[in-house]
């Protein structure tokens, strides 16, 4: 088991200490929570390979994603950096006993202990904006491709350079001057630091711009299909809860968000983004 390890301004002592205090398996149930889990899953439901096959959920927290496809029968194996978020998903894995996962286990994106060609398709919806620098991201996307198929799927997941700017609109925190300094430096570099004790700004990450996804892939050496936005505008409604309670005004919001989900004017403004790309053959360095 690869124990992730501090380098490259990525402190996974400090992430596990973040985790051990924040409810990362009840998030997609709060808030805007459902309308990211119903459309991430929506996604991947339309591009994942047909059963049987191989998924690798890397930096999958606590399994949320990683459960649900082992109860349609995929086999899955999950890895996370937080040794709490392996603890909880083995002890859902115990209650789903007919679908349990194939393995959970604490590790690295940046180093697996798989074998190349391990998995059919790959779930990288945590690490990337945990890894704050390039370098480590760049190497946490090879990483993915060394243990995917040649011509599988990696599906990866950002957060919007403008996220913590919308959330200090919708959410009144630009009343707060620090978190007005957490979004300036934000909307300069990506580089989102909280030094405050709050939660609810996150902690230490890198928020791409769209340009920044398309570089990153390329760099990588894998074959970006499209990025997709995961909320779109769904995600800053004022009366969420309403119309998601609301089942016809649910579907509706469903169905338009599809209808923009890969509109590059848009994309922005999704607080979540899912690049999806293919492991071309012989595109590994």
């Known amino acids: 088991m690869t124990k992730p390890k501090k380098s490259d301004g990525y402190d996974p002592g400090a992430l596990a200490d973040y985790y051990d205090h924040f409810d990362e398996e009840g998030?997609?149930?709060?808030?805007?929570?459902?309308?990211?889990?119903?459309?991430t899953q929506e996604i991947l439901t339309r591009y994942l390979p047909s059963l049987p096959a191989v998924i690798g959920d890397v930096g999958g927290g606590a399994g949320?994603?990683?459960l649900w496809l082992a109860q349609k029968g995929y086999q899955v194996h999950l890895v996370d950096p937080v040794p709490k978020h392996i603890e909880q998903a083995n002890r859902a894995s115990l209650i789903q006993s007919d679908y349990p996962l194939a393995s959970?286990?604490?590790?690295?994106?940046?180093?697996?202990?798989w074998e190349d060609n391990h998995v059919d398709a790959l779930l990288a919806l945590g690490p990337l904006y945990h890894l704050t620098e390039r370098e480590p991201r760049i190497k946490a996307l090879k990483e993915a491709s060394r243990v995917t198929r040649k011509g599988g799927l990696i599906f990866a997941a950002f957060i919007s350079r403008f996220a913590s700017l919308m959330d200090g609109l919708f959410l009144n925190f630009l009343d707060d001057p620090v978190f007005v300094k957490i979004v300036e430096q934000d909307l300069l570099d990506g580089q989102h630091?909280?030094?405050t004790a709050n939660q609810a700004y996150f902690t230490s990450a890198f928020f791409h711009h769209p340009d920044d996804i398309v570089s990153e892939i390329e760099e990588s050496g894998l074959t970006l299909e499209k990025i997709l936005a995961v909320e779109s505008i769904g995600g800053l409604l004022t009366n969420f809860d309403a119309m998601w309670k609301d089942t016809e005004r649910r579907?509706?919001?469903?169905?338009?968000?599809?209808?923009i989900e890969d509109e590059s004017s848009l994309l922005g403004?999704?607080?979540?983004?899912?690049a999806i790309a293919k492991n071309t053959p012989g595109n590994r360095r």
Do not use: Y
């Open 269 to 274: 403004a999704s607080a979540h983004l899912i």
């Open 104 to 113: 959970a286990m604490v590790g690295d994106a940046r180093s697996l202990d």
């Open 193 to 195: 630091k909280n030094p």
């Open 27 to 39: 998030r997609l149930t709060i808030g805007s929570g459902p309308l990211e889990l119903a459309r």
């Open 251 to 259: 579907k509706r919001l469903l169905k338009f968000i599809k209808k």
């Open 64 to 66: 949320i994603h990683a």
